[in-house]
């Protein structure tokens, strides 16, 4: 399989269901539509819907319902990108090359596109008759819901904030990382083993430590990209983690010991894959293109 070219198919695959929900009369504020729309329809590389299909299609789940959940989760990646680029967070112009939400609309309406956006996530799923049990499409919720909330991304944001300025440790840059962008990554290959009536407990651990090894090499190279990358092909503002006081991996680890770590993640993940009786290849692609990837 060319990772390229199935990455290619889950952007226009989840792309084309969102474009399709808005296209909908929905019952609403025409300016807070266009936010949201323009939050979630604004380019980007759609990673955790990638690993939602790439996930569920090797285990046999039906692409429909893969469909739904890549959308569900984008949405929720969607909302949080919206909030973070906010004045009270991070502060940014740019969000992968056009203008953030706030700077195209205003605060007012990029906060409500941000609401709206994590709400929409846990319509599109209660809503959607799955080809699995009713138990295992409320384990979905719940799975989404801790990714997303204290125990994941939102505590991992507030870990962030409140390490701004601060010097901490290599533990606890880790676990701010593994909750603020390994929570979600992870629940995307999560949500899409869910989605297969082919699952078993094993092989979803298995992916779940894969999952928690390539998300927290994702931000590893993130942190390498602020420093060696340029505004244009990042889609955002070159440095802004070192403009904005954050603790990062170049900074504790140094560049060579940053890059190591990045290598010694993907490969700790992709040994995870072996033991999987599936053709893992494209995730062990997956891997490797995180720590290779200019943006």
Same mark, same amino acid.
Not at 70 to 99: F, N, Q, T, W
Not at 162 to 187: N, P
């Given at each position: 399989?060319?990772?390229?070219?199935?990455? %290619?198919?889950?952007?226009?695959?989840? %792309?084309?269901?969102?474009?399709?929900?808005?296209?909908? #009369?929905?019952?609403?504020?025409?300016?807070?539509?266009?936010?949201?729309f323009?939050?979630?329809?604004? *380019?980007?590389k759609?990673?955790?819907?990638?690993?939602?299909?790439?996930?569920?299609?090797?285990?046999?789940a039906?692409?429909?319902?893969?469909?739904?959940?890549?959308?569900?989760?984008?949405?929720?990646?969607?909302? %949080?990108?919206?909030? /973070?680029?906010?004045?009270?967070?991070?502060?940014?112009?740019?969000?992968r090359?056009?203008?953030?939400c706030?700077?195209?609309?205003n605060?007012?309406q990029a906060?409500?596109?941000?609401d709206?956006?994590?709400s929409?996530a846990?319509?599109?799923?209660?809503?959607? !008759?799955?080809?699995?049990?009713?138990? !295992?499409?409320?384990r979905?919720i719940?799975?989404?819901?801790? +990714?997303? *909330?204290?125990?994941?991304?939102v505590?991992?944001?507030?870990?962030?904030?409140? +390490?701004?300025?601060?010097?901490?440790?290599?533990?606890?840059?880790?676990?701010?990382?593994r909750l603020?962008? *390994?929570?979600?990554?992870t629940?995307?290959?999560?949500?899409?083993?869910l989605c %297969?009536?082919?699952?078993?407990e094993?092989?979803?651990?298995t992916?779940?430590q894969y999952?928690?090894?390539?998300?927290?090499?994702?931000?590893?190279q /993130?942190?390498i990209?602020?420093?060696?990358? /340029?505004?244009?092909?990042?889609?955002?503002?070159?440095?802004? #983690?070192?403009?904005?006081?954050?603790?990062?991996?170049?900074?504790?680890?140094g560049?060579?010991?940053?890059?190591?770590k990045?290598?010694?993640?993907?490969?700790?993940?992709?040994?995870?894959?072996?033991?999987?009786n599936? #053709?893992?290849?494209?995730l062990?692609?997956?891997?490797?293109?995180i720590v290779?990837?200019?943006h």
């Amino acid at each position: 399989m060319n990772l390229k070219i199935e990455i %290619s198919n889950a952007q226009q695959r989840v %792309s084309q269901f969102i474009s399709n929900y808005f296209k909908q #009369d929905l019952i609403t504020d025409e300016t807070v539509k266009a936010a949201t729309f323009y939050s979630i329809n604004n *380019g980007g590389k759609r990673l955790r819907p990638f690993l939602v299909y790439a996930t569920g299609n090797i285990l046999g789940a039906r692409i429909e319902d893969l469909d739904v959940i890549a959308a569900a989760i984008e949405c929720i990646h969607s909302y %949080s990108l919206v909030h /973070d680029d906010l004045p009270a967070m991070d502060d940014d112009d740019l969000r992968r090359g056009k203008p953030t939400c706030h700077i195209q609309f205003n605060e007012a309406q990029a906060i409500l596109a941000g609401d709206a956006l994590q709400s929409l996530a846990f319509e599109l799923i209660a809503e959607h !008759r799955f080809a699995i049990p009713e138990s !295992r499409q409320l384990r979905m919720i719940q799975v989404l819901s801790k +990714a997303a *909330g204290l125990q994941g991304m939102v505590g991992g944001q507030a870990l962030d904030i409140a +390490a701004t300025d601060k010097v901490v440790s290599l533990d606890e840059l880790e676990k701010i990382h593994r909750l603020k962008t *390994g929570a979600l990554l992870t629940c995307a290959i999560e949500l899409g083993a869910l989605c %297969s009536p082919n699952m078993n407990e094993t092989d979803f651990t298995t992916l779940q430590q894969y999952g928690q090894n390539i998300g927290l090499a994702f931000q590893v190279q /993130d942190d390498i990209l602020d420093i060696e990358g /340029d505004t244009y092909t990042l889609g955002k503002p070159q440095g802004s #983690d070192i403009g904005n006081n954050k603790s990062t991996y170049p900074a504790i680890l140094g560049m060579p010991g940053a890059k190591q770590k990045a290598q010694a993640l993907t490969t700790t993940a992709i040994e995870k894959l072996n033991s999987i009786n599936a #053709d893992t290849e494209l995730l062990a692609q997956l891997a490797k293109y995180i720590v290779e990837r200019d943006h």
